[in-house]
């Protein structure tokens, strides 16, 4: 685990993204505001792999994007190894994607068919004006043993290649310009279940070898119990809960995080058994509740929680990870 004294690689805090929903047949009015993020605060450490965690529509893949300025924030503030983000000019945002990297849901989307596969590796290092071209072709032979692939493919292109090989490819050309931080967006579920795991150790070894911090984002608890140091529980656009993967496992302490441990599969008698009782479905981002944004799924909803917004505070002095945004999480 990382030392929490240790300065952050990563800072985020009060970040705000919202999406106006335009409608093409009312000439081009908004017909709502999408509350994408409601004031997102996180830190990331070196080589440390945060877990970001929620249901379809909570807003993780816009995190994963503001982070790397591929959305530019409403308001709140980015800061990445000290240098701020937001607002930061396009050459000072260059520089900095030089070592935030980022591998996409879809295999089959993320990489351009038109290019090779060499090509496609040493792009980064094209765009980032990185080593000569014989060094720059050394080093895409290099990325590309590191994630299980031939040299040999390099004049190939993705369509010759199956979807986990092709995930592999992507990983290649995050890891050649050798980042500090990986961002990788659900990396893992347009794979077939065989495949997974192939990735999931391959993501593992390279994090071992190279000390990447990785923020992984996936709906699959079981996954990131497996990979991840930390856990960040969203909802709604908020952060619920988050702490270390194995104290929100064995003691959560919101009511959507129970919910969600519960949900979990469980093998028993031949059976795949599912816990959890079915609390109804996410409200919309359109139009969020007031007060607590989980109130209206809640089997412990108070008074208080209809109106008033919880603060995402430590519940643990020992431990300044482990925080909670609930008025009642010690009853959970």
């Given at each position: 685990m990382t030392d929490p004294a240790s300065a952050p690689?990563?800072?985020?805090?009060?970040?705000?993204?919202?999406?106006p929903l335009e409608d093409p047949g009312l000439f081009g009015r908004s017909r709502g505001i999408v509350q994408a993020l409601n004031g997102v605060s996180l830190d990331i450490r070196k080589g440390e792999t945060l877990a970001i965690v929620g249901e379809s529509g909570c807003g993780k893949s816009t995190l994963a994007r503001s982070i790397a300025m591929l959305h530019q924030p409403d308001s709140g503030w980015i800061r990445f190894?000290?240098?701020?983000?937001?607002?930061?000019?396009?050459?000072g945002l260059k520089a900095v994607r030089r070592k935030i990297q980022l591998v996409f849901q879809d295999p089959y989307a993320s990489l351009n068919p038109r290019m090779t596969v060499g090509a496609i590796v040493e792009e980064p290092l094209v765009i980032h004006n990185m080593g000569s071209r014989a060094e720059r072709k050394s080093n895409v032979a290099q990325a590309m043993t590191a994630v299980g692939l031939s040299d040999l493919n390099l004049n190939r292109y993705p369509h010759q290649f199956s979807g986990g090989q092709r995930q592999r490819i992507a990983l290649a050309r995050a890891i050649i310009s050798n980042p500090d931080l990986i961002i990788a967006d659900e990396p893992l579920s347009a794979l077939d279940v065989s495949i997974q795991s192939q990735i999931l150790n391959l993501l593992v070894e390279l994090k071992q070898k190279r000390s990447f911090a990785y923020i992984f984002i996936s709906h699959d608890l079981a996954t990131v119990a497996h990979i991840a140091d930390r856990v960040a529980v969203m909802y709604l656009g908020y952060i619920a809960e988050s702490g270390p993967t194995e104290n929100i496992f064995t003691n959560p302490q919101h009511p959507y995080t129970q919910i969600l441990i519960d949900a979990m599969p469980v093998i028993g008698k031949g059976k795949r058994?599912?816990?959890?009782?079915n609390f109804g479905d996410v409200a919309s981002p359109l139009a969020p509740?007031?007060?607590?944004?989980?109130?209206?799924?809640c089997p412990k909803v108070h008074e208080i929680c209809h109106s008033a917004l919880p603060e995402l505070v430590s519940d643990d002095p020992s431990d300044p990870f482990r925080m909670v945004a609930c008025h009642f999480s010690e009853q959970v």
């Open positions: 690689l990563l800072e985020v805090r009060n970040l705000v993204k919202h999406f190894n000290g240098q701020p983000l937001v607002n930061q000019s396009a050459s058994a599912r816990n959890a009782t509740p007031s007060g607590c944004p989980f109130h209206t799924r």
